[in-house]
């Protein structure tokens, strides 16, 4: 019996919330329009009016920004955890921060020494075709 009044809280908390959330479902439901019409049904996107085809293929680039964006978050994440505790981390926490710093600079560099960090008009002057700035085909 002891742990049943343990759960209580628990209990009482996932009652309130799902009565909450389902009190505001309905009132949306209840107070939300019920006509539609073709604008409202209409795609919208930060107030520009789509054109064209959704499926336009998107260049690497703008992939390869994107992750290079996440890598180096990331690794700006950890290194700044790193800086705030440094005093207690001491030699091993020096040793695994150099370790990382080291292995993310590695793959640059192979990243960089394969090509892939070259797209644009330079990269069409050192013979790079266009085919391989591409998305390919699904």
Same mark, same amino acid.
């Given at each position: ?29 209840? %107070? ?12 919208y996107e930060s107030g520009v009016i ?7 293929? %998107? ?35 020096? %040793? ?8 993310? %600079? ?11 960090l070259e797209w644009g008009p330079s ?16």
């Open positions: 019996m002891p742990l049943f009044f343990e759960l209580i809280p628990l209990i009482a908390y996932t009652a309130a919330t799902v009565l909450i959330i389902g009190g505001l479902l309905a009132a949306a439901w209840w %107070l939300g329009a019920k006509t539609t019409s073709r604008n409202k049904e209409m795609p789509p054109s064209g085809a959704a499926r336009r293929p %998107l260049s690497v680039p703008f992939y390869l920004i994107a992750i290079f964006f996440i890598v180096f978050d990331v690794e700006t994440a950890f290194i700044f955890t790193w800086a705030t505790e440094w005093e207690q981390l001491g030699l091993p926490g020096l %040793l695994h921060i150099t370790f990382f710093i080291v292995a993310l %600079l590695l793959g640059l560099a192979w990243l960089w020494v394969k090509g892939g990269a069409r002057r050192h013979g790079v075709s266009s085919q391989a700035l591409r998305k390919p085909s699904e």
